[in-house]
């Protein structure tokens, strides 16, 4: 399953956002870890200030305020680096469908193009390597693997998160297939 990444570059990422619907609201953080083998070669990570109010709810969530963006770059600044950074890398991901929309919609409305990259889900995964789980959000598939995300709704941790949590899916893979 995970064979595909496999002397290829690839990129765990997260975002958070102001909100769960990509063209009522906003990208306020976007981390991502590149690899190579394995191996982080790269690391990205920023505040992008969304112009409008964050919400308290997420700011609870998130930890994100108002104050901490306002100096931050618009996603307009940000879109065309972090394309760049992308590259064509295989991007993988904890919960696609959320991170998806948003990215690839913010990616169009900036760069004029679609987000192509192939992707890898995490959760998708965990739903076929632990379905005895009672669920398969991030934090829970951590706790089962002992992974320690700290500041769980952060972008760089919960892309450090993922990132162990696709280690820990390649070794139970190499297990099953020996």
Known sequence: MLEVLKDKEFVVLDIETTGLTPYREWITEIAAIKC?????????????NPERHIPNGIVKLTWITNEMVIDSPTIVDIMPI????????????HNISFDFRFLSY????CMW????????????????L??????????TICEYFWIT????????WDTRATLEVLRKYQELENCITM
């Not at 190579?36 to 992008?48: A, C, P, S, V, W």
């Not at 972090?82 to 991901?93: E, H, K, Q, R, Y």
């Not at 913010?106 to 409305?109: E, I, N």
């Not at 632990?130 to 934090?139: A, G, R, S």
Request: net charge negative; aromatic share 12%; charged share 25%.
């Open 106 to 109: 913010y990616h169009y409305l």
């Open 149 to 156: 995300n700290e500041r769980a709704h952060r972008a760089m």
């Open 130 to 139: 632990l379905p005895e789980l009672p669920n398969k959000k991030l934090w």
């Open 36 to 48: 190579m083998n394995g191996e982080i070669i790269d690391e990205f990570q920023t505040l992008i």
């Open 113 to 128: 193009t679609y987000l192509n990259n192939e992707t890898i889900c995490t959760l998708k995964i965990a739903r076929k």
């Open 82 to 93: 972090f394309s760049d950074f992308l590259g064509d890398a295989i991007i993988v991901w």
